[in-house]
């Protein structure tokens, strides 16, 4: 089966939490403090897989957890980083945010790409030593690795794109030009899937066309097959427009042109405006006076009309030959750039938010679970340890708001359950 679009969940690894200990070795008195700083989490990146075609292994693993990083050790020992996590995907896949919809990145070309970041490993104490703190009994966490659901897209990578109603002869076309071997039969929707094929112009010189699954009336509102695959046309530097010139199933080949532009219109107005060449198949069913009328028709719109009979490869080289040199005209296959998060995608409260409330003379700090980093990490029987605290406390705003309503020494404090008196 086919699937080009996914959506998974990715948790990249926390760092390891610093170690707190202290040097002990004999005839060395006071040895100091000497906790290693944790390991770094373990990333989740990206990677192109040229054997992939489709997204379909998501549908059956959708959660993807990188490894934690080791805590430190003592002896300034640091914790061993994860390895990360490598995740292959078709080449031309798209990584969207989930709740955002914005582009993460467009795994397109051989790079790696680093989608979720592991978080950093926790500073052992012995970086939090000084002249006046010699016994610090506390060390940093690591810091939490990114989480987030994606949705991954894929649109293929193709200079030229086919498009045309069903049984116009598409399939038969790319099979003549170039090796692929789509299913070919005289009835719609023969073609299910993309089908991308090579086509050799010379030696050393070739480009990729794509046979996209037939467009009807109402594509682009997702009637039939066509609104799932028009995104695979988004990337095509040139389009082929194949229209049954005979009109053997009883439509006119010019209604057919207009009504699947319209259609791409209503998907993309950008893909709308991408250049077309039309290829007139069947011309064999057909008297030379009436091709002649249908070509005139297109090329007073300014558009190159090739005749064709697809299933013989009459008229194809000359196609092919034309088409080459359009490319070379042309600008690079699109690529689609990172969006850069701004204010109205970001939905991720800061991280230091809290609320100060009075409730039978108690002083409560609310909505202020990051809090319970810091005290996880503090000896209540340590003085250094919880000057540390109250600094983090003052850092952070919650005294001086504390303060603005109204505390008093020895007025009561409760954060995240631990409850204090309060020492200015």
Known sequence: MFVDVAKIHLKAGNGGN????????????????????????????FKVDDNLSTLADFRYKRKY????????????????????????????????????????????????????KGGNG???NWHFASSTRQIPRFANDGQKGEEL???????????????????????????VVSEAKPKIANYHFTTLTPVLGVVRVDEGASFVMADIPGLIEGAGEGVGLGHEFLRHVERCRLLLHVIDISGSEGRDPI???????????????????????IVGNKCDL????????????????????????????????????????????????????????????????????????VRDGIYY?????????????????DYESLQYFERALRSSGIIKALEKAGIQEGDTVSICGVEFDYVP
Not at 151 to 157: H, M, T
Request: charged share 30%.
């Open 18 to 45: 610093g170690a707190a200990t202290f040097h002990r070795e004999k005839y060395v008195a006071s040895g100091g403090p000497d906790g290693g700083d944790g390991g770094r989490g373990g990333s989740i990146i």
């Open 65 to 116: 957890v990188a490894e934690d990083g080791e805590k430190g050790g003592a002896c300034r020992c640091t914790g061993k980083s994860a390895k990360n996590l490598i995740i292959t995907v078709p080449r031309g896949t798209l990584v969207k945010e989930a709740e955002s919809g914005r582009i993460i990145a467009d795994i397109s070309d051989d790079e790696p790409t680093v989608i979720a």
């Open 122 to 124: 926790g500073w052992g």
């Open 149 to 175: 659901d994606v949705i991954l897209e894929l649109k293929l990578l193709a200079d030229v794109g086919l498009i045309g109603f069903p049984n116009v002869g598409k399939s038969t076309l790319v099979s």
């Open 255 to 277: 209604e057919d042109f207009e009504k699947i532009n319209k259609e791409l219109s209503v998907f993309s107005e950008e893909l709308s405006q991408r250049p077309q060449i």
């Open 286 to 357: 057909i008297d030379e006076e009436e091709i002649e009328r249908i070509k005139k028709h297109f090329e007073e719109k300014g558009y190159a009309f090739f005749p064709v009979m697809a299933a013989i490869a009459e008229g194809t080289r000359e196609l092919i030959n034309y088409v080459a040199g359009e490319l070379d005209k042309l600008p690079p296959m699109k690529r689609y750039e990172p969006e850069i998060v701004t204010e109205e995608i970001i939905t991720v409260k800061p991280k230091q938010t809290f609320t100060v409330n």
């Open 365 to 381: 700090v609310d909505n202020a679970d990051w809090v319970d980093d810091i005290m996880n990490k503090v000896d209540p029987d």
